[in-house]
């Protein structure tokens, strides 16, 4: 059981303990509820306390959260963790690995693995994935190991892809354009009236004519919205057959999260985490003379 404990700020001085808990503590609402049920769940001074009670500056509230549920079975996998800690872990998820089980498609996914890793740690926990990436993109992933840490991380972290695009691309700009769901089609996307709005920066490292090595900065997280906006600008990335051509450079798309930072849900310090460019990628960066030693660590 996870035991989160947070001192009371003088601007929350006479205010209900559910205030400071949804205001100051990032609590969910249905999170509130949950602790009221579990004995001991809300202290205050170490005290049993009501949600609607008034908090003093200076007390300390202790919350006891609630035993997970773990809905789906383990598969013992490899994991390259990059950070772990009582409230987040994070691994570099390589290509050709799904994050969640889908209806026939039998195979292990990083969730299988990611429970298994916590149940061989002792620690039975559930999946819970912070941020989302395609099966064939490789890179930093993030998972909450407990609902209150999900709540409080989504959305948060910022982070930093590294793209080989199809086309000769000098510069950088950002793409503000909406993305919806293509007519007829369940998984593909395209850019559209009507779709979700979605913004993209990109920026060219290097070019030999063919390709381009850039990297880009997403402000929103729409399914494929990499893929999507960079094949609207007329660089759809190499090996991208869904919403490119190419499937003789790479045969996946070329497309890597190397970068995250967040501040940690418990503590407000900022974590800055990198993982270098995969094998595939720095591959083809190579042949064609364009990688650089220096990209390894680029944030």
């Given at each position: 059981?996870?035991?989160?404990?947070?001192?009371?700020?003088?601007e929350?001085?006479?205010?209900?303990?559910?205030?400071?808990?949804?205001?100051?503590?990032?609590?969910?609402?249905?999170?509130?509820?949950?602790?009221?049920?579990?004995?001991?769940?809300?202290?205050?001074?170490?005290?049993?306390?009501?949600?609607?009670?008034?908090?003093?500056?200076?007390?300390?509230?202790?919350?006891?959260?609630?035993?997970?549920?773990?809905?789906?079975?383990?598969?013992?996998?490899?994991?390259?963790?990059?950070?772990?800690?009582?409230?987040?872990?994070?691994?570099?998820?390589?290509p050709?690995?799904?994050?969640?089980?889908?209806?026939?498609?039998?195979?292990?996914?990083?969730?299988?693995?990611?429970?298994?890793?916590?149940?061989?740690?002792?620690?039975?926990?559930?999946f819970?994935?912070?941020?989302?990436?395609?099966?064939?993109?490789?890179?930093?992933?993030?998972?909450?190991?407990?609902?209150?840490?999900?709540?409080?991380?989504?959305?948060?972290?910022?982070?930093?892809y590294?793209?080989?695009?199809?086309?000769?691309?000098?510069?950088?700009?950002?793409?503000?354009?909406?993305?919806?769901?293509?007519?007829?089609?369940?998984?593909?996307?395209?850019?559209?009236?009507?779709?979700?709005d979605?913004?993209?920066?990109?920026?060219?490292?290097?070019?030999?004519?063919?390709?381009?090595?850039?990297?880009?900065?997403?402000?929103?997280?729409?399914?494929?919205?990499?893929?999507?906006?960079?094949?609207?600008?007329g660089?759809?990335?190499?090996?991208?057959?869904?919403?490119?051509?190419?499937?003789?450079?790479?045969p996946?798309?070329a497309?890597?999260?190397?970068?995250?930072?967040?501040?940690?849900?418990?503590?407000?310090?900022?974590?800055?985490?990198t993982?270098?460019?995969?094998?595939?990628?720095?591959?083809?960066?190579?042949?064609?003379?364009?990688?650089?030693?220096?990209?390894?660590?680029?944030?």
């Amino acid at each position: 059981m996870s035991t989160y404990e947070y001192i009371v700020p003088p601007e929350y001085d006479g205010e209900m303990l559910q205030t400071f808990l949804r205001r100051g503590c990032g609590l969910s609402y249905r999170m509130v509820v949950k602790l009221k049920r579990v004995e001991n769940g809300m202290t205050l001074d170490g005290k049993q306390w009501r949600s609607i009670d008034r908090v003093n500056a200076g007390q300390v509230v202790r919350l006891q959260m609630p035993e997970d549920n773990v809905r789906i079975e383990g598969a013992d996998m490899p994991l390259s963790v990059v950070f772990e800690d009582e409230d987040i872990l994070v691994v570099d998820k390589p290509p050709y690995l799904a994050v969640h089980p889908s209806a026939g498609k039998p195979e292990p996914t990083l969730a299988n693995g990611v429970v298994a890793y916590f149940e061989q740690k002792g620690t039975p926990l559930s999946f819970r994935p912070v941020n989302r990436l395609d099966r064939n993109t490789s890179g930093l992933l993030m998972a909450a190991k407990t609902p209150h840490a999900a709540y409080a991380m989504a959305q948060v972290p910022q982070k930093v892809y590294f793209a080989i695009l199809l086309g000769e691309l000098h510069g950088e700009g950002t793409i503000d354009q909406p993305i919806r769901i293509k007519e007829g089609c369940t998984i593909t996307r395209e850019v559209g009236q009507g779709g979700k709005d979605s913004l993209t920066h990109w920026q060219a490292l290097a070019t030999d004519g063919e390709v381009t090595f850039a990297r880009v900065v997403i402000e929103t997280g729409r399914t494929h919205q990499i893929r999507v906006h960079m094949s609207w600008l007329g660089y759809p990335l190499v090996g991208d057959t869904m919403y490119g051509t190419d499937e003789v450079i790479m045969p996946r798309h070329a497309l890597h999260c190397g970068r995250m930072a967040f501040p940690h849900p418990r503590t407000g310090e900022t974590i800055t985490l990198t993982t270098p460019i995969p094998a595939d990628m720095r591959t083809v960066l190579e042949s064609r003379g364009l990688w650089r030693d220096e990209w390894d660590k680029m944030e």
